[in-house]
């Protein structure tokens, strides 16, 4: 008898223990998640217990879109009930802010984040700290690796002045190549000069190619935060991981909003978040 008290006594430990996992902090309903493997509607929990069991897995953002990354805040937080993380990729950081982001992790042990956190990261101004920043701030405080996934801008201007030579059957297939041409001429609101597409083309690949490398060789469970373009099977760092290593699986979640349409060709789950208000980026641009 007192042997079973003891057991009780150890398993309600555990469990008071375990980290809480909180509802997502934005509004839900029916059939905003979706496994588009059968057309599944998923609640957040089941959507959290799938995710955690990848070894490495993609979430695709749509960079300014609040929802999104309270969804991935939380979505770190959640899977952290599930299973220890291995480590946390961020597009947004490049190889030279590494030290910087490792030298803050060290310094914390335990106390508050510094004021000035992003001067001390060397943070670009083009990634809404508003918006990446409690991100940043939870992943620094875990222990865990937080690592750039992101190529450097010298390397970036040394690819768009000179194409390197990508290998690879999928990534440089046909289809794959005019559907990204086309994305880019669009994001640069058909005002992009076409001798120019194949140079953007060149950078948009190497950064796909970039984040592959570094989400094979990162601890795992491993997890990149990415714009949805980088993140998409059918275009993206999948396509890349696959070129390099066919032998290693990755999942990919798309968070997208209400009105645009997920393929099952470009992830395996999709959730679906409230429309936000339109912003004509191009407007400003044009004569």
């Not at 959290?48 to 937080?77: C, F, K, M, S, T």
């Amino acid at each position: 008898m007192r042997a079973l008290s003891l057991l009780l006594a150890l398993l309600l430990a555990a469990c008071h223990s375990m980290p809480e996992t909180l509802p997502p902090p934005v509004a839900q309903e029916p059939g905003n998640i979706i496994d588009l493997h059968n057309g599944e509607a998923l609640s957040p929990g089941e959507l959290v217990e799938r995710l955690a069991q990848a070894p490495r897995l993609i979430v695709g953002e749509q960079h300014d879109n609040a929802d999104h990354h309270a969804l991935q805040l939380w979505l770190l937080r959640s899977m952290s009930a599930e299973r220890q993380q291995g480590s946390l990729l961020l597009e947004m950081l490049n190889p030279d802010q590494q030290s910087k982001v490792d030298e803050v992790k060290r310094s914390l042990d335990g106390r508050r984040l510094p004021d000035g956190l992003p001067a001390t990261l060397a943070w670009q101004p083009g990634w809404d700290w508003s918006l990446y920043g409690p991100l940043v701030g939870y992943a620094l405080k875990q222990p865990y690796p937080l690592l750039a996934a992101n190529l450097d801008t010298q390397d970036v201007r040394r690819i768009y002045a000179q194409a390197p030579v990508l290998s690879g059957a999928r990534s440089n297939a046909r289809p794959v190549t005019q559907l990204l041409s086309a994305q880019i001429r669009e994001s640069h609101c058909g005002l992009l000069p076409e001798s120019q597409v194949p140079s953007m083309l060149a950078v948009q690949q190497q950064r796909d190619r970039r984040m592959a490398e570094r989400l094979l060789a990162a601890p795992t469970p491993a997890l990149l935060f990415a714009g949805s373009f980088h993140g998409r099977r059918d275009l993206g760092v999948p396509l890349h991981m696959a070129d390099l290593d066919q032998g290693q699986e990755v999942v990919v979640l798309i968070l997208a909003e209400q009105g645009s349409e997920v393929s099952p060709a470009s992830a395996d789950y999709v959730w679906y978040t409230p429309p936000q208000p339109p912003k004509d980026y191009c407007a400003q641009l044009k004569p």
